[in-house]
């Protein structure tokens, strides 16, 4: 359990993700952004105050890349592309990066 409780943000990324190959309502996407942007740049924050900067600069590039204040436009399938690399980056550092979030 205490497992979960220290991964319960990057579980429900890698859910959103795969959740948005469904055919979905444009406010799922939008939901999407908001919250990987939130939760990229709070793993960016954790992961550098434990030293581990290549995670903060990955979890910081995913969080401007899905940031919903100037978003990036790009087609469909491009977002799929992203959708699943995020989605796999984030199960890896499941993991590969340990650290305490809280």
Do not use: C
Request: proline share 3%; charged share 10%; net charge positive.
């Amino acid at each position: 359990m205490n497992w979960l409780k220290q991964n319960w943000i990057r579980l429900l990324i890698i859910i959103l993700m795969l959740g948005a190959f469904a055919d979905n309502p444009y406010s799922y996407y939008q939901f999407l952004r908001w919250v990987t942007a939130i939760a990229s740049f709070y793993l960016a924050y954790v992961t550098y105050n434990h030293n581990r900067t290549g995670w903060a600069w990955t979890f910081a590039i995913m969080g401007i890349l899905f940031n919903p204040i100037v978003p990036f436009y790009l087609e469909r399938e491009t977002w799929q592309f992203f959708n699943l690399l995020v989605a796999v980056i984030y199960f890896v550092s499941l993991f590969k990066l340990k650290v305490n979030e809280n």
